[in-house]
């Protein structure tokens, strides 16, 4: 097997990972490559790999226990992964800036996307760091969000995934296994130590501690400034394709372009509480 090589796609995130066959068992020395790549990147690409449900896993399983999604359409054969079957996104959940799962305890260390199939064009994926989005805040506003807690709730975007006949999980049994969570609105990463912004469009619901009119004001500018592009980049699916991001610091957007067919395969790892 020939050298790794890693080509950023931005200054600020991702990259596209060469000479590596995700199918075949790996070295330690890689795996660790491949973990530092993901710190340094956020977000990491492979292209041209022949996984199926069992080889994924295993990919999986190299850096961490894997976390089985609350909700969601499960793989009939391996529970362990989302099966995320869509012809209609728009609205769906996926087509809003977020981190997976953030209404956990302790949400999702990463994700792991595989292509199954896909649209004749559309579909690509948008990844954002939440490091850059935080750096970029005046140092007045840093001071202010410093130590407030955010609540994240599953409610509303599990309504809308039963709504549109995406789950058929039961909302009141599952509010009550899942209460609202709070978590810091700026999460230190427990590997690097960096400052990223940790709240989302999906799950987060207010900030704890303010008034309703301030958090009012205040949330939906922070769930808002990921849109800036300069926190960004853009990835366009193809055949064979995988994505490993960081949830602790990054979202991700999926663009709601296409009408035919697109199968991805996610697998989510264990994470910790954020601090």
Partial sequence: MSA????????????????VDLSRPLSDETIGSLRRALLDHLVIFFRDQELDPESQLAFARRFGSINVAPFGPKHPDYPELTVLDQDAPRGQGADSWHSDNTFMLEPPMGSILRVVELPGSGGDTCFASMYAAYEALSEPLKALIGGLNAVHDLTKTLAQAIASGLSGADLAQMQEEWPAREHPVVRTHPETGRKALFVNGNFTTRLAGLEPRESGALLPFLIDHVRDPAFQCRFRWAPG???????????????????????????TLDGDRPF
């Fill in 241 to 267: 394709s995988v994505a490993f991001w960081d949830n602790r610091s990054v979202q991700h957007f999926g663009v709601p372009d296409y009408s035919q067919r697109r199968l991805m395969h996610r697998v």
């Fill in 4 to 19: 790794i090589d890693i080509r950023p796609l931005t200054p600020t995130i991702g990259a596209e990972v060469l000479g």
